[in-house]
C-alpha cells in the first residue's frame, strides 16, 4: 500500500470514529493491565462480564494480593485459562507493591517483565494508558495488515514493525484501536463485510465480498470464460 493511500486508509477510519478506545472496561491503569491479562485467548466482552464485580471490589495491586489467588480464581473463572491467569495477576500484583510502589510502570522493556505481561498486553498499556505510539498486533490486527496489504508480515512482531513504519504521524496513537475495531466488526476472518468497508477501495484483498450474503471467492478459482 503507498503512503498516500495508508493516510487516507487510516483518515477515514478516523473521521468515521474520532476517539477510538479499547472496548474492555477499567477503571485506572492498573485494572487496565489485570483486564488485558485477562484477554489473551478471551473475547473483552468475555473479560468485562469476569472483571465488573472484581473490579468493584479490587482497585490496587494491594488490594489484589489481600483478595488472593482463590478468591480471584472465583471472580474469573468464566473464561479461559483463568487458573494461569490468576496465578500471574497475583505473582505481577506482588511485584508491582514490591518494586513500584503499587503503580503500574510507563516502561514497556519492565512491563514485559511482570508474570503474563507479552509484548502484545505491554503495548496495549502503553498506548492505552500512557498514549503511546504503540503498535499492539492481535489477530485482528495481523490479519487486517496482511489482508489489505496496509503491513505485511509473517509474524505479529514482523506487522508491528510494518506498522510503526508507515503509520503516518496523526494517526498512529490511535492506529491500534482503528485495526482491531476495523477487524472485529468489519474486516472478519471468515467472511470480510467489505461493502460496508470504508476503505475497500485501498484494499489488496481479491477475494472482496462486494454484497452481503455472498462468499469469498475460493483461492484459485478461476473465472467463468
Not at 506482588?94 to 509484548?119: F, Q, S
Not at 505479529?156 to 472485529?184: M, N, S, T, Y
Not at 462486494?210 to 462468499?215: S, T
Given at each position: ?83 494461569s491467569k490468576a496465578k500471574n495477576v497475583i ?35 502503553m498506548n492505552s494508558a500512557f498514549g503511546a ?58 467472511t470480510p463485510e467489505c461493502w460496508r468497508c ?28
Amino acid at each position: 500500500m503507498k503512503n498516500a493511500d495508508v493516510f487516507e486508509f487510516f483518515r477515514r477510519l478516523a473521521e468515521a470514529n474520532p476517539s477510538p478506545e479499547t472496548e474492555l472496561e477499567f477503571g485506572n491503569t492498573y485494572q487496565l493491565l489485570v483486564a488485558v491479562v485477562m484477554s489473551a485467548q478471551s473475547t473483552d466482552v468475555g473479560v468485562n462480564k469476569a472483571t465488573r464485580a472484581l473490579f468493584r471490589e479490587v482497585k490496587t495491586p494491594q488490594q489484589m494480593v489481600d483478595l488472593g489467588e482463590e478468591a480471584l480464581k472465583q471472580h474469573i473463572k468464566t473464561i479461559g485459562l483463568f487458573n494461569s491467569k490468576a496465578k500471574n495477576v497475583i505473582a505481577l500484583s506482588e511485584i508491582l507493591v514490591r518494586d513500584y510502589d503499587g503503580e503500574v510502570p510507563a516502561d514497556r522493556d519492565a512491563l514485559v517483565e511482570l508474570p503474563g505481561v507479552g509484548r502484545k498486553t505491554a503495548n496495549v498499556v502503553m498506548n492505552s494508558a500512557f498514549g503511546a505510539e504503540t503498535f499492539a498486533v492481535d489477530t485482528h490486527i495481523f490479519r487486517v495488515g496482511n489482508r489489505t496489504g496496509l503491513a505485511k508480515g509473517k509474524t505479529p512482531l514482523a506487522v508491528e514493525k510494518q506498522l510503526d513504519k508507515k503509520v503516518p504521524g496523526p494517526f498512529r496513537v490511535g492506529a491500534h484501536h482503528w485495526l482491531i475495531l476495523h477487524g472485529r466488526y468489519v474486516c472478519k476472518a471468515r467472511t470480510p463485510e467489505c461493502w460496508r468497508c470504508a476503505v475497500v477501495d485501498l484494499c489488496a484483498y481479491k477475494a472482496k465480498v462486494l454484497e452481503k450474503g455472498a462468499k469469498p471467492a475460493a483461492k484459485g478459482a478461476k473465472k467463468a470464460a
